[in-house]
């Protein structure tokens, strides 16, 4: 069964620091895993994605790595603001064999940038 | 092209009431997820629904809850005779194309937040 873990579960950093966030999952067999990002109340929204067959992808500031043999991933954020204060959200696709593919989500890292 | 679109942002529902949560997907999408947080947990899929057909409802309790995506209007996730343990927040999600494959990104609702008193 498929498990997804974050750690930390929270952080709190001064601002402009450089931080990673840690996701790890039990099977490898996935298609893809995502990172989102939920600010309190709010929805949720897709921060990146990074196909099974892909090492890393960035956006901005953002750095996502993924090694699919050994389970892990993580999510290099660069110089950090307020603004990038917010729950962030891992979540693998998984290879089940099944009609669809539903997202298993980790717990989240609950993040807090002060100014 | 509007995001997805869920209503009611907030709903509160007294035990026993029934609660209707409904989901527009995107525009051109026909799959739609339903996904629950509840407090201090991460999110659970319930159920995945195409145009007039349950794809997989592996999620769903088995009581008490139901979900439908008619083939005009939005997908519904119907709780009846609520209790305390139901209130979460209830997150819809939508694709283009089944499932989450590959490069298919999933597009989230701002959710409803169920309070049950």
């Known amino acids: 069964k498929q498990e997804v873990t974050q750690i930390p579960a929270a952080l709190s950093v001064p601002e402009g620091e450089n931080l990673v966030l840690n996701c790890s999952f039990t099977d490898s067999a996935i298609y893809n895993l995502q990172w989102f990002r939920q600010d309190p109340g709010k929805g949720l929204t897709s921060l990146l994605l990074i196909q099974s067959s892909q090492r890393e992808q960035t956006s901005g500031r953002l750095n996502a790595s993924l090694d699919k043999s050994s389970g892990r991933s993580t999510l290099y954020i660069a110089a950090s603001q307020p603004g990038d204060s917010a729950t962030y959200l891992c979540a693998v696709s998984p290879i089940d064999g099944g009609a669809t593919n539903k997202l298993i989500f980790g717990t989240g890292t609950l993040l807090a940038v002060q100014p | 092209n509007a995001g997805v679109m869920q209503n009611p942002r907030h709903l509160v529902r007294r035990r026993g009431q029934e609660a209707r949560l409904r989901c527009s997907p995107m525009?051109?999408?026909?799959?739609v997820y339903w996904y629950r947080q509840l407090p201090e947990e991460g999110l659970k899929f319930m159920v995945y629904l195409q145009k007039e057909n349950i794809i997989d409802e592996s999620g769903m309790p088995k009581e008490r809850f139901s979900a439908e995506f008619p083939k005009e209007g939005p997908s519904i996730l119907r709780i009846q005779q609520v209790v305390r343990g139901d209130s979460a927040a209830y997150f819809c999600?939508?694709?283009?194309?089944?499932?989450?494959?590959?490069?298919?990104?999933?597009?989230f609702g701002q959710g409803t937040r169920l309070t049950v008193v």
């Open positions: 525009k051109g999408h026909s799959h």
């Open positions: 999600a939508s694709s283009p194309t089944g499932g989450f494959r590959r490069n298919t990104e999933a597009f």
